[in-house]
Structures are given as structure tokens and as C-alpha cells.
């Protein structure tokens, strides 16, 4: 088992934007403008067999030398937490203002 490239369209479930495809080579799987995502995936990226469902949320930001800047994720009904890389389209600015509020 191994990643699945699904770049889709979707309607955010958190602010109620539409949602572009990723606009790079990547896959679309979080908002860029709240930075929110869905829990649809299970043990890889793109599997879409999770159960849960749940609306994940941005907690945090991280750097990885191969993968550039994360947005770590946790899911608000499980709590499983997970990274997506940035996409160039992402309001991650902003988030990481609000981080430093914290």
C-alpha cells in the first residue's frame, strides 16, 4: 500500500469555501483558507477508507528537509494527528500569526 494522487475539488466543511485542485504537482487535501481538512484517510494518503470522518483541525506548523513546511493536523473526533505539506495557495501565514498569540 502507498500513496494515491486524488487531487479533487471539494466545499470545505469547516468555512464553506470551494475548494480548487491542488495547483502544483501535489494532492489536495486541506483548505487554504482555514487550513481545516476531512479525516477521510486510514493508514496512506488517498486510501479514503477512514470511518471517522472527522473535521481535521490546524494545530501547528513543521519543517521537513524533504517535504518543505507541514501543517500538522488533529482530528477533532479521533484525535489522530497527521502532517500535509503546504500548498503554494495556503493561507499558512495567517495561521502562524495566530500561533504566536497562543
Known amino acids: ?42 493508514d496512506f494518503p488517498g486510501d479514503r477508507v477512514s470511518e471517522c470522518k472527522g473535521i481535521m483541525q490546524p494545530t501547528g506548523i513543521d519543517y521537513k528537509k524533504n517535504k518543505w513546511w507541514m501543517v500538522k493536523h488533529k482530528c477533532k473526533k479521533c484525535r489522530k494527528e497527521i502532517l500535509n505539506k503546504v500548498a503554494p495557495d495556503d493561507n499558512y501565514l495567517d495561521f502562524i500569526k495566530q500561533l504566536q498569540k497562543l
Open 1 to 42: 500500500m502507498s500513496f494515491i494522487m486524488l487531487n479533487e475539488t471539494f466545499i470545505c466543511e469547516n468555512c464553506g469555501n470551494s475548494v480548487e485542485k491542488h495547483p502544483e504537482w501535489s494532492a489536495r487535501n486541506h483548505c487554504p483558507f482555514c487550513l481545516h481538512s476531512k479525516h477521510l484517510d486510514k
